[in-house]
């Protein structure tokens, strides 16, 4: 390998990574989206959505800038569509329709791939940034150091939503109903903020 491991990278990748992503953050929503499961269900939802979110950041680092192009869409287009997403995923949670028990026969998404894998941790904000990094890697070392605050990120929401239930019994059914509408209201906000920030990106490459 060549050059050497650098620190100042390691912290500015963990730390963009994790405020874009917010492990604290993702637990309101995360108890809302699993609250009619038991805690080994939960458990295997936080588990499910740190691969799924991992697997899409590390492809979009390696085969992202490359796919788009090929495909013509812009970071604008990605960012406006992953704000949609979870613009409806935000309506659910407001009016309770995410906590409505569904039998498993329904055919439904799991919640753990979409919207908790993607677009919710692994969302525009987290692959453009991502991308940016690795545009910016000059040597072998750079891309260790980035994989390095990657994974460092992902275990940080792992142990978050991992011990959610814990925050769960706390805060009791009627606790958590409360904090499910704040989690709706807070990410209909983060959706139409992305969509916002994709219609200024057009119009300011147009």
Not at 33 to 62: C, D, I, K, N, Y
Not at 108 to 131: E, F, Y
Not at 141 to 159: E, K
């Amino acid at each position: 390998m060549t050059g050497a491991f650098d620190a100042q990278l390691l912290l500015s990748v963990f730390i963009t990574l994790f405020v874009i992503m917010d492990p604290p953050g993702t637990v309101p929503i995360f108890l809302a989206l699993t609250g009619t499961m038991t805690r080994a269900e939960r458990s295997r939802a936080a588990r499910q959505a740190v691969l799924v979110a991992l697997g899409v950041v590390v492809a979009f680092a390696v085969f992202g800038q490359g796919l788009l192009s090929y495909m013509h869409i812009s970071l604008a287009a990605l960012q406006g569509s992953g704000g949609l997403l979870l613009l409806v995923v935000a309506m659910e949670l407001l009016t309770g329709k995410a906590e409505e028990p569904q039998p498993a026969a329904a055919g439904r998404v799991n919640v753990a791939l979409v919207p908790l894998g993607t677009p919710l941790l692994a969302g525009p904000g987290a692959i453009v940034a991502t991308m940016v990094f690795v545009q910016q890697a000059e040597q072998t070392w750079d891309w260790v150091v980035i994989a390095l605050g990657i994974l460092g990120v992902h275990l940080c929401l792992y142990l978050a939503m991992r011990f959610a239930g814990a925050v769960h019994r706390v805060l009791g059914e009627s606790g958590t109903t409360l904090v499910t509408r704040i989690a709706g209201l807070l990410l209909a906000a983060i959706a139409v903020q992305l969509v916002a920030d994709a219609v200024r990106a057009f119009v300011t490459e147009g």
